[in-house]
């Protein structure tokens, strides 16, 4: 399976507690972004990057997140100190830099904070 | 000016039915116009995806009708099946920068046998 990979796929933690997540993206894409949806709601983009540069973060992104995307290739995302309200699936997606705006979506990682 | 506009919340449809779930948005600046499929524990699929210098686009049962003056989009799915119970995004993305996403908030549809 070529596709867009996360992991882990659920991770539960306790408030206060750092999880970091890992996304593959599709090997030939240059822009991966990351997403977070709650219950009942679309994703809301988090944060971009092509090749290795973050070029975008959305006010979304507290001083609590960081993402990484060292020499191009998978990213991560960190949340430090987590808190009950980052509860939400975190989504990956890739897109080429020659297409036409598709990206293609990883399965999420589920972050559950108890 | 950053909001895509869905509707509704949740459908039902008898199977063979035509689902028809709507998207608004205000910023004149987007470009690209996909609708997503979401199944339940899975992350979103694209379905199909239009420009705004067409007014319609198929692909097999589904239809998007795109209306720009009206910054109006919808989605049409053909002979509802069972299979297409899931929920449905519209989304929106500028044509320049990063070609983020602004999704809608998602369509619950049900197609019953």
């Known amino acids: 399976d070529t596709g867009v990979s996360q992991d882990p796929r659920h991770k539960i933690t306790k408030r206060g507690q750092n999880v970091t997540f890992r996304c593959d993206p599709i090997?030939?894409?240059?822009?991966l972004y990351w997403y977070r949806q709650t219950l009942g709601q679309g994703p809301e983009f988090l944060t971009y990057?092509?090749?290795?540069?973050?070029?975008?973060k959305s006010r979304l992104l507290s001083d609590r997140f960081s993402a990484e995307r060292p020499k191009g290739s998978f990213s991560t995302l960190e949340i430090q100190r987590t808190e009950q309200g980052d509860s939400a699936m975190y989504l990956c997606?890739?897109?080429?830099?020659?297409?036409?705006?598709?990206?293609?979506f990883g399965p999420g990682t589920r972050l559950t904070v108890l | 000016q950053q909001q895509v506009k869905q509707s509704p919340q949740s459908l039902i449809v008898q199977k063979g039915g035509i689902s028809i779930i709507n998207c608004a948005y205000e910023?004149?600046?987007?470009?690209?116009f996909p609708w997503y499929q979401q199944f339940p524990g899975k992350g979103p699929a694209l379905l199909i995806a239009?420009?705004?210098?067409?007014s319609e686009k198929k692909e097999g049962r589904f239809t998007i009708s795109f209306n720009k003056s009206a910054k109006q989009f919808s989605l049409h799915i053909m002979d509802s099946q069972p299979g297409d119970s899931a929920t449905y995004f519209c989304?929106?993305?500028?044509?320049?920068?990063?070609?983020?996403?602004?999704f809608g908030t998602g369509t619950r549809l049900k197609v019953l046998a």
């Open positions: 910023n004149t600046a987007f470009d690209y």
């Open positions: 090997s030939e894409h240059n822009r």
């Open positions: 989304a929106a993305s500028k044509g320049s920068g990063t070609y983020k996403y602004i």
């Open positions: 239009i420009r705004p210098d067409v």
């Open positions: 990057f092509q090749n290795e540069a973050q070029l975008e």
């Open positions: 997606a890739s897109s080429s830099l020659a297409g036409a705006g598709e990206q293609f």
